[in-house]
C-alpha cells in the first residue's frame, strides 16, 4: 500500500478523498491509503505529487516544479480530467487523421472568483484540448477586454499550428452567463460545428485520473509517456504566459 496525502480540502480535495476510500476495484488506485490532508505541496520533502490544473500561473514556477521532481526522484501529476470526458475522446476520434484547415473553440462561462489566475490559465483546460488535437502551437496575438463594472471579461488568442494553419481560442465571462462551449473545426472536405454527444462513461473523471496517477507510481506508465505528458502541460503553461503577456502589453 501506498500512502497518500491530500494536499488541499475544497470541492477537487474531497473528491479525491473520497475516490481513494471507494477505489475503483482491480485497479492501482486500490493501493492508494489515505493518510491525512495538509495545505501546501511538498515535493521538496521527496514525495510524489498529484495536483490540479494549472499547477503554477506562470511557466517559470511550473518548470522549477518539474526539475524538483526529477531532482528528487519523484512524480509530479498534474491532473487534466478535461481530457478523460466522453465527450472530448469522442471529439479525438472524429479530428484524429483529418487536415486541419482552420479552426476556433469558443468558451463561455460565468464571473471566475479572484485569485483564479489570468484567463489563459485559468482556462488552460480548453488550450490542453486544442494542444492534444492539433500537437505542438504558437501564438502569433492575443487581446483582453475588461469591463470591471460590468464582471465582464473577454480574452482573444490567435494561435498556429506547427503547419501555420489559424486557430482562435476565446475565453468568456461575466456573471451569470450561460456556460457554454463552441467549436468550429474546418478539416479537408469535412467541417465540425458541434462537439459530438457522448454516453456519460462508468468510471468517474477523478477515478479515471487517480487511476493514472497510481499506475505511474506503481511503475505502469512508460517513460516516453511520462515524457511526453511533461512536454504538454509545460507546452500549454508556456503559450498561456505568452498570451498574457501579449494581452498586457
Given at each position: ?146 469591463d470591471a463594472e460590468q464582471g465582464y471579461s473577454k480574452m482573444t488568442a490567435q ?91
Amino acid at each position: 500500500m501506498l500512502g497518500a496525502v491530500v494536499v488541499g480540502v475544497g470541492t477537487a480535495g474531497a473528491v479525491r478523498i473520497r475516490d481513494m476510500l471507494t477505489p475503483l476495484a482491480g485497479s492501482a488506485a486500490e493501493k492508494l491509503t489515505v493518510q491525512g490532508f495538509i495545505s501546501r505541496m511538498f515535493l521538496q520533502a521527496g514525495k510524489h505529487v498529484c495536483v490540479e490544473y494549472p499547477m503554477a500561473l506562470s511557466y517559470q514556477a511550473a518548470a522549477q516544479l518539474w526539475d524538483l521532481a526529477q531532482k528528487k526522484g519523484v512524480v509530479l501529476h498534474e491532473e487534466h480530467i478535461e481530457l478523460l470526458t466522453e465527450d472530448y475522446k469522442q471529439l479525438k476520434k472524429e479530428v484524429e487523421g483529418k487536415t486541419l484547415l482552420e479552426g476556433s473553440l469558443h468558451f463561455a462561462g460565468g464571473a471566475l472568483k479572484p485569485g483564479f489566475g489570468f484567463p489563459a490559465f485559468s482556462g488552460i483546460a480548453r488550450l490542453s484540448w486544442l494542444v492534444d488535437l492539433f500537437g505542438e502551437l504558437s501564438v502569433r496575438a492575443a487581446t483582453f477586454e475588461e469591463d470591471a463594472e460590468q464582471g465582464y471579461s473577454k480574452m482573444t488568442a490567435q494561435l498556429l499550428t506547427s503547419d501555420s494553419k489559424p486557430l482562435t481560442w476565446i475565453e468568456e465571462r461575466q456573471a451569470g452567463l450561460p456556460r457554454t462551449k463552441k467549436i468550429n473545426f474546418v478539416f479537408d472536405g469535412f467541417t465540425l460545428t458541434q462537439i459530438p454527444p457522448a454516453p456519460r462513461g462508468t468510471v468517474g473523471l477523478f477515478m479515471q485520473d487517480l487511476i493514472h496517477f497510481s499506475g505511474k507510481l506503481s511503475g505502469q506508465v512508460s517513460t516516453e509517456e511520462l515524457d511526453r505528458e511533461r512536454v504538454r502541460i509545460l507546452h500549454c503553461l508556456g503559450l498561456a504566459q505568452k498570451i498574457q503577456e501579449l494581452c498586457k502589453s
